[in-house]
Structures are given as C-alpha cells and as structure tokens.
C-alpha cells in the first residue's frame, strides 16, 4: 500500500489536531489513520485496533457510548450506575486515565482525573470511532499508555454527499427511557458543505447505589437527561479544506453520595464544550500541510448535594503538521503542538495553569513482505519539565495473507492538578508515571474473515497513588502480562441470508508489582461474542459478554455475563423498526462495588431517512 500525500494525514495529540480533515475523503470499512498518523488499511496498522463505522453503531442500537464500547476486545467499562454515571474505561488493564479519548482530534479527557466524560458523548454526531490498543504516547503524548479512542462525528465530505440529506430517530424503552435525534445536511457543488445534529435523551433510572452495601444512603431513583447540539461547516478548494465544528452538550445526573442525610437528593451538571478551525493544504505532490486552532471544555457543577463544589477544565491548542512522501512506500510525519492547560474550581489549587509544547516525528514504510513503524516525541510542560517517548514497530509477511508483527515503545502519563496542586493531598514534586510496552503477534486476513494473535507485556512505574498520610506521590508499580485472541468475520449462507460474526477472548493479569494483589475493577479473563443475521425481512443480532471475577475496595465482585438481542426491519424504504433487549437473562451484577447495574430492559424505536 503506498504511503503518499494523496491521503490526508492528521496531527492530533493530546492537544487537539486536524483529523477532522481526513473524512474529506469517503472513508473505506478497512481503514484507519489513528494507528499511525497515516491513512492505511487497518489490516495493516502495527498497533491493534478495532473500527467502528455508522452502520455498525446503528445496528448495535447502543443508547450511549459506554454500551457500545464494552463489547470490543480487551475493553472493560465500570459505571456508578445506569446512564450519565461516571465511566471508566480499562484497556488491556491499563489504568483509565491512561486512556486518552479524541473527538476530532480534541482531548476529551478533563484536566482534574485525565478522565473522559463517556457517558455524556451523543451517538447521534457519531460516524465512526477507532480504537487503538496498547502504548501509543510517542504519537499522542501523556494519558496514552492504555490506547487511543478516536471519535470522528458525521460531516458533510467526499464524493457522493452533495445535495441534502436528513434523518430522525426516536427510542423509548425501560427505566422511562426515551430519546429523539435529528440530523441534517448540505454540500453544494461548489464544495460549501454544513452539517447539524441534535439529541436529547432522558431516562427516570433506578436506584444506583446498593443501599445495603453503602449504607445510609438515599434508595431513591436515579436519573439522567442530556441534550446535545452541533454543528460543521466545511468548504472544499482545489489543494485543501478548511473546516469550523462547534459542540455542546448539557447533561443532569441524578445520584446518592455517601455524605449527607439519607432522604438527599444529590445532583450534578455537566457542559461539554468544543471548538475546532482547522484545515489543511496540498502544497505538492508529495507533501501535505495541516493546521488547527481548537478549545475544549469540561465543566461539573455539584450544587445539590451536602458539601457542594464546581471545577472546570478547559485546554487550547494550536497545532501545524505535514506529511512528506520520500518516495513509494515511504513516508515521514511532523508536528508541533502548542497547549494551555487551565482549571477554575470553587478550591484554591496552588496552581491553575499550565503549558505544553510538543514536537514529533514518524517514519512508516513498507516494502514487498516487510514493514516499519517509527516515532519519537518530546513533551515539555512549563510545571514538569521533560519527557521523551518512543514507539518502533516491525512486521514481516509471511504470505499476503499471513503477517508477524512485534512492537516495543515507552510511555508516560503526566501528573493531573488534583495530583499536584489540590491543596489536601496534592505534591508538586510528583514525577510523570512511566511505561514500558512490548507486543508480539500474528494476523491473518481473508477477503471475508480475519483474526489476530496478541501477546502483550506492560511495565509501569512510578504510579502515582496515596501514602500513609493520604499524600499523592509515586510509590506503585504494577505490570499486566496477557495474550488476546480476535476473530471477525461475513459471509452469505444459502438459505440462511447474510452474517455478521465477531468473538474475542482476552487472558490478562493486571498486578500491582509491590504487593502482588491483583489490580482493582480489572478482570483476568474477558470474552465477547457477536452475531448479525438476515432473517427474512428482519436484521437480528446476538451479543454475549464476559468479565471475570474482580476485586473493589478489598471486596471481590462476582464473574458476570450479560446477553443483549437487537431486531431491525424497514417498515418502507424511508422508515425502519428497531428493538432491543438489553441484559435478557437480567443478570445481577456490579462493575464498582457499591453500584447496581441496569436489569433486564426493553426498547423500541423508529429511524426516518426521508429521499429529499
């Protein structure tokens, strides 16, 4: 495959970059650019990863991102509850902040926990999300020792979009379920192209607190809303495009705190807030130029609850990248990214602000049965001085078909405020925590089939985590040694109709290296198996979960396993039927000790696509 100037490259960190631009070009099912900076087949990206596209997220009928997550390879998601209660996300065992979450190519992840609010992202601005396992710091920086979740929203780019487009959704379903989405475009012949979706959802919820385990605590029921708005504006010249995303998102989360009288009503608000201008331009054949300037913004308002509080986190970035072809099969990516990091709180933190600069460089190439991957980074932070980070990969194919690949890279996570600055706990003389990472493994890819084999060692010191005197500072190591097995799959069955298969089977042992107990909320063993069938004028689908036993809060949280159906029929060319059946054999199960998950529920919705 040539690496050349033809595709568009983004340069995106975790300070936001120009990914956007790359949908720009109609993206093919078996293509990725989060793996390596580089639009490649995804059968070809040295780090593992997964894509899903619009139709795989409208088939799953997942009601928020968290769902639709959770039934990916390696991936464990916990929540304090149902919807709109915080998510965490573990990859391959990997801390979750160690996850770094991009929504077009802006750090989702807040500046107090490096944590991503997940739970408040809307599906409906959603095209397509790649998924990067394992260390990739020296193409993202800090927070990217676990992997990479890269969420691109729907736009109005490449061939085949002009003229207007709209579609409309509605879901109701248990808990007092209901949603409404509606999306709508444009792209005029002479490349002016706007996009514009809206969602609101609300759920009455359930009492998410296990009362009899957290005692004293409010058995009331626990809701949720959300409301969301966005919108692209794009136009396309003869050697590039520009681009100007605005979204914002309001949500509500009802909860029980530990703190306070048991008949409180505890609530918080939350705004996501992102701002993207990007763009990019062809100078030649063989070198491509990118630019963005970009804001992102996470703000948490407790106000009802016993000790209220408020913190809000914003970073903004300027970036420029290019990509040089050399020559065939050989290609060079750059970047600098400039980052203002600034937390605002109802807490005095000693300090408030920060800065960033980063510099990187890349190297891809591959020839006949052989393939490299190089990158170097430096980041330099105005309150932690330097860090270096590298990633070389190596992959040799055996036949077309059959690949072995092996890869070694270093990582680091930068110190959060609250870890340096809260002002009851917090030490400023923290060091980055650090990574060591190395994969070996093998793949096989068929027109209609594909697996992979994955052996994968992790090594991390100084973590960061509390003393004796509840004091941050960097006193853990932990390593998490494990080997993940993935198939996927389509084929047409005579008499049977078109299939969709996927199953997954990942064996780990995430352990804290000083102590040698097992890592909290991770399991050992994770499974997943899916199944999409054509039954007639009906797409159904089968979704199997594992998670092993866990432990929490020195207590051990039970093995589950979840079972979810989905059905699907278009009632006319313009109007479709959706239903799902979510945890069918109402498994009672926690993934945080202290917190209930969702039973058994039902849903049914309707999706309009009208011909305009």
Known sequence: ???????????????????????????????????????Q????????????????????????VPTLLQNLAG???????????VASLFMRGAESRHAL??????????????LAALEHLPLNGIERIEVV???????YGSAALGGVIQIFTRQNAGEGLKGPWLEASGQVGSEGFRSAQVSAGQKWASGFGVNASTETTESKGFNAINSLQRLGTNPDR????????????????????????????????????????????????????????????????????DVSVGQQEDKLNAAVTAYPYF????????????????????????????????????????????TLNSLRLGYQAKLENQQWQLNVRRDQYSDLGNASTWYAGYAYFVTPDLRLKASSSTGFMAPTFND?????????????????SNEVGMQYTQASWNARLTAFENRYTDLIDNDANWTRTNIAKAKNQGVEVALAGKWQLPGVGAQQWRLSFTSQDPQNEITHQALARRAKTLAQVGLLQSIGKWDTGIQWRYNGARTDDSKTLKSYAVLDFTASQALTPELRLNMRLENAGNANYQTIYGYNMPKRGVFAGLNWTPKL
């Open 1 to 39: 495959m040539k690496l050349t100037c033809k595709v568009l490259v983004a340069s995106m960190a975790v300070s936001p970059m120009a990914i956007s631009h790359a949908l720009a070009q109609t993206f093919l099912p078996d293509t990725v650019i989060t793996a390596s900076r580089v639009m």
């Open 41 to 64: 087949r995804a059968q070809d990206a040295l780090p593992d990863v997964s894509v899903l596209t619009r139709a795989d997220i409208e088939r799953s009928q997942a009601k928020d």
């Open 311 to 354: 913190v809000n986190s914003q970073s903004q970035t300027s970036a420029v990248g290019a990509v040089w072809t050399l020559w065939p099969n050989h290609s060079i990516t750059s970047g600098y990214e400039n980052t203002r990091q600034k937390l605002a709180s109802d807490t005095e933190y000693s300090l408030s602000e920060r």
């Open 420 to 436: 340096l600055y809260y002002p009851w706990g917090g030490n400023p003389l923290l060091k980055p925590e650090q990574a060591r």
């Open 75 to 85: 991936m464990e998601i916990t929540q304090s509850g149902g919807m709109g209660g």
């Open 222 to 289: 626990d809701g949720y809303s959300h409301t969301s708005h966005a919108v692209n504006l794009s136009q396309e010249f003869e050697a590039g495009r520009m681009g100007l995303m605005l979204r914002e998102t309001h949500a509500t989360v009802q909860y029980d705190s530990q703190w306070g009288p048991a008949n409180q009503a505890d609530e918080s608000k939350s705004v996501l807030r992102n701002v993207l201008l990007n763009g990019s331009y062809k100078a030649s054949k063989d070198l491509q130029w």
């Open 133 to 139: 396992r394992g260390n990739v710091s020296s193409l």
């Open 101 to 114: 979450v991009l929504v077009d190519g802006l750090p989702m992840n807040n500046l107090n926990f490096n």
